[in-house]
């Protein structure tokens, strides 16, 4: 992790020229499988998003907190089979695992991990979906295809679907990240990973107050920089931290990230 100086990027609002694409992401993603009869229940108490949304055709973000509200792992959660999968970045799998358990010994629940399927980045809906296929949504024109057998087409490019992220504002955590950001602060809000309504959830309370009382003071924002950028660097302004990039990629025009900034530097 590295130190940037804020006078070294710029906040940039242009759409990112990003190609429509298959990339094969089974390198960078892992999938956690919660099964047992009280995994929806678990579920429900532990993740922000409301488990309750969750269909064979639906699927949302959301984040495993600490109990004063920090992201200690963000994923996708969605319907698998009778279960639920939980796609996550490959690195967090230690921390999301055993954070899970901390909370899972008196439930009838089992989280294993499944290596059952390839996992490819489908940027611009390009894959046609068979049934050997699961296809989880990310954003707007970008999903994620769990499938049975190999896509011979698809890249290695994941740099690409980092970009498309970047370009959507589809957050990260990583282990450099991990309990460093409240969910709104990387607008999970904005995308269904949040619910105020379905009741209490592991760091609720500070996140339904951080919501309700209108105090954030650090907001996520889409950052260019002709310097090297990486997830977990420290932004600074007049020698002081002045916020964080969340996920970074490059491009052609130098290097774009997500960074949490004081709302005072915008």
Known sequence: MNDIEFSNITLHCEP????????????????????????????QGQLTCDVNDITDNQSRHGAHCNIKGRMVSLGILFKLDDDFGFLIPKSMIDITISHFKKYALFSKVNLTMNEDYFIYGDIGETILINENMIKVDVSQNQNLILSKNKIENATDDSNQWHLALIQNHIPVVLPQTSEHFIPQMVGLEKINGVSFTKGCFLGQEIIARTQHLGKLKRHMHLIKSQSELNAGDVIKKEGGEFGEVVIAAQSDGGYFALAVLKDTAV
């Open 16 to 43: 990112l020229s990003v190609l429509p694409s298959i990339v094969d992401l089974k390198a960078k993603l892992a999938l956690i499988q919660i099964a047992g009869q009280d995994a929806k229940t678990f579920l």
